[in-house]
C-alpha cells in the first residue's frame, strides 16, 4: 500500500548500515537491467496509487479528522 513506500527488490533498495548501502549502490552501477526495472517499477507505482487525484479523498479525512479533533495529539507535549 501507499504507506510501504519501498518494496526492497520490487521498485527500490534499503540499507540498514554502511555495509548495505555500499552493497546496494554496487548492484545499481554494475547492473543496467536492476536500473532499469527498479526504476519502472517505481514509476508505475507512483502513477498508480500516488497520483494526487487517487489519494485527494484520504487527505480530505485526514484534514476534517484533525480540524474535528484538535485536542487529540499522538504525544502528549505537556509533559515535556
Known sequence: ???SPV???VDGLLARGAQEWH???RKLATSRDLREQLAGAAKERVLAEYDFR???????EAFRF???NPGIRRYNRSAA
Request: no cysteine; glycine share 10%.
Open 1 to 3: 500500500g501507499p504507506y
Open 7 to 9: 518494496r526492497v527488490g
Open 23 to 25: 552493497d546496494a549502490v
Open 54 to 60: 487517487t489519494r485527494a479523498v484520504e487527505w480530505a
Open 66 to 68: 484533525a480540524a474535528e
